[in-house]
């Protein structure tokens, strides 16, 4: 930094006794709700390993008595994620297909769901194959069209079921302008690919934001986990209960390890923006490359509700297609040196994965199709590696595959 730099740098006008909660997102990344322990000092949240809890009278208690309802580790870990998404209470599960089914379990028999076409394959998989049995109705439409969800509405509609940016054609769903026709019902809004680093949903009105925090929150590849977040605290309350109710709780280690990812997670998603711009554009630019679809890119077709919704970046998710079709495709994913074929998104590590035959195999190839999700779609989440080890690996991928 050079001396008229340094004389330049003024602190920002802020209150002295402002607290943790109204400061920037990296600080309440780091400090929101991760204070030293008040018994040792430790800077590190201990992990609480414990089924149950001394009581020291009946009824009397410090406000735990058994880790299913509660546990301290998780609920640092549920307290952080509430304030980053600015909502009036988290909750957090095992997996985020657990966060799913909780959301869908504050239905009752005879509602009506709109989902997303584009979701991720787990839950219409869920939803057609276990909650229909139990007299649940649902809709698949294009959310990105406001018209066509405002069709889909009907007195019995009670959730709007969105991701967006989806998973994995990277479509994107105007949050305000759903939350402005959706009538009674509750707008959910499942937030993995972007995070609140980049989006918030609550802010845009929806009621309800969700996240499989195994992806980009947690960020290494370590942990399953989801995650709900509510604007109103009766929504919560009863998230609450089904959690414990179900048992669809988060374990404290995966709760710990999930804080520790928390709090480098905004550096991290500028990085995940920095390489998947980059990498794009290659792509973009690549005569082998038939489509791209990245929001970052002025040719994606939504770009201009992602230069609107999204706060800092369009994430580290993207989605090509080579010439060649499945084919190429299929031995692109073979050919990788570096970059990791595997099922998961959002860690420091880069990987790929072929939706059709992996992550969306659950669908009907009809449904994949209509969504957009064809046979020869790689979708490439990108890592933190150095972009230009990334670029030459792919390099290499694409013209063996198109050879």
Same mark, same amino acid.
């Given at each position: 930094?050079t001396?008229?730099?340094?004389?330049?740098?003024k602190p920002?006008?802020k209150r002295?006794?402002?607290?943790?909660?109204?400061s920037?997102?990296?600080t309440?990344a780091?400090?929101?709700?991760?204070?030293?322990d008040?018994?040792?000092?430790?800077?590190v949240l201990?992990?609480?390993q414990?089924t149950t809890y001394?009581?020291?009278?009946v009824g009397v208690?410090?406000?735990?008595t058994?880790?299913?309802?509660?546990?301290?580790?998780?609920?640092?870990?549920?307290?952080?994620?509430n304030?980053l998404?600015?909502?009036?209470?988290?909750?957090?599960?095992?997996?985020?297909?657990?966060?799913?089914?909780?959301v869908f379990?504050?239905l009752?028999?005879?509602?009506h769901?709109?989902i997303?076409?584009?979701?991720y394959?787990?839950t219409p998989?869920?939803c057609?194959?276990?909650?229909?049995?139990?007299?649940?109705?649902?809709?698949?439409v294009?959310?990105g069209?406001?018209d066509t969800?405002?069709?889909a509405?009907s007195p019995?509609t009670?959730?709007? /079921?969105?991701?967006t940016p989806?998973n994995p054609? @990277? *479509?994107?769903? +105007?949050? &305000?302008?759903?939350?402005?026709?959706?009538?009674?019902?509750?707008?959910v809004?499942?937030n993995?690919?972007?995070?609140?680093?980049?989006?918030i949903?609550?802010?845009l009105?929806?009621?309800i934001?969700?996240h499989?925090?195994t992806k980009f929150?947690?960020?290494?590849?370590?942990?399953?986990?989801?995650?709900i977040?509510t604007?109103?605290?009766?929504?919560?309350?009863d998230?609450?209960?089904?959690?414990?109710?179900m048992g669809?709780i988060?374990?404290? /280690?995966?709760a710990?390890?999930?804080?520790?990812g @928390? *709090?480098?997670l +905004?550096? &991290?998603?500028?990085?995940?923006c920095?390489n998947?711009?980059?990498?794009a554009?290659y792509l973009?630019g690549?005569p082998k490359?038939?489509?791209?679809?990245?929001?970052g890119l002025?040719s994606?077709?939504?770009?201009?509700?992602a230069?609107?919704?999204?706060?800092?970046?369009h994430?580290?998710?993207?989605?090509?297609?080579?010439?060649?079709?499945?084919?190429?495709?299929?031995?692109?994913?073979?050919s990788l040196s570096?970059?990791?074929?595997?099922?998961?998104?959002?860690?420091?590590?880069?990987?790929?994965?072929?939706p059709?035959?992996?992550?969306?195999?659950a669908?009907?190839k009809q449904?994949r199709?209509?969504a957009g999700?064809t046979?020869?779609l790689?979708?490439?989440?990108?890592g933190l590696e150095?972009?230009?080890?990334?670029i030459?690996?792919?390099?290499?991928?694409?013209?063996?595959?198109?050879?």
């Amino acid at each position: 930094m050079t001396e008229q730099t340094q004389q330049e740098r003024k602190p920002a006008n802020k209150r002295k006794d402002q607290s943790v909660s109204e400061s920037g997102f990296a600080t309440k990344a780091i400090h929101a709700a991760q204070t030293p322990d008040p018994t040792t000092g430790a800077m590190v949240l201990p992990i609480y390993q414990t089924t149950t809890y001394a009581q020291q009278a009946v009824g009397v208690n410090k406000g735990f008595t058994y880790s299913r309802t509660g546990n301290p580790t998780v609920q640092v870990l549920e307290d952080s994620l509430n304030i980053l998404e600015k909502g009036q209470g988290g909750a957090c599960f095992g997996t985020g297909m657990a966060a799913i089914t909780a959301v869908f379990a504050l239905l009752s028999q005879g509602d009506h769901a709109i989902i997303s076409s584009v979701v991720y394959g787990g839950t219409p998989r869920l939803c057609n194959m276990i909650l229909s049995r139990y007299g649940l109705k649902f809709s698949y439409v294009d959310t990105g069209d406001v018209d066509t969800v405002r069709a889909a509405l009907s007195p019995k509609t009670k959730l709007i /079921f969105v991701e967006t940016p989806a998973n994995p054609t @990277l *479509k994107l769903t +105007d949050i &305000r302008a759903i939350s402005e026709i959706k009538g009674d019902a509750k707008l959910v809004v499942d937030n993995t690919f972007l995070t609140p680093a980049l989006q918030i949903p609550l802010d845009l009105g929806a009621d309800i934001t969700l996240h499989s925090t195994t992806k980009f929150i947690e960020g290494h590849n370590s942990t399953v986990g989801g995650a709900i977040i509510t604007k109103t605290k009766k929504d919560h309350e009863d998230l609450k209960y089904l959690q414990n109710a179900m048992g669809l709780i988060q374990s404290p /280690f995966n709760a710990w390890l999930t804080l520790r990812g @928390l *709090k480098t997670l +905004d550096v &991290r998603m500028k990085r995940h923006c920095e390489n998947a711009q980059i990498i794009a554009e290659y792509l973009e630019g690549n005569p082998k490359v038939t489509k791209v679809l990245y929001p970052g890119l002025n040719s994606f077709p939504q770009a201009s509700i992602a230069r609107r919704q999204h706060s800092q970046g369009h994430g580290g998710l993207l989605a090509f297609e080579l010439k060649g079709g499945v084919k190429s495709g299929l031995k692109f994913a073979s050919s990788l040196s570096l970059i990791t074929l595997a099922e998961n998104l959002g860690a420091v590590e880069t990987m790929v994965t072929h939706p059709a035959t992996m992550t969306h195999a659950a669908m009907s190839k009809q449904a994949r199709l209509g969504a957009g999700i064809t046979d020869g779609l790689i979708r490439l989440s990108v890592g933190l590696e150095d972009v230009d080890d990334l670029i030459f690996d792919l390099d290499q991928s694409i013209k063996k595959a198109t050879s």
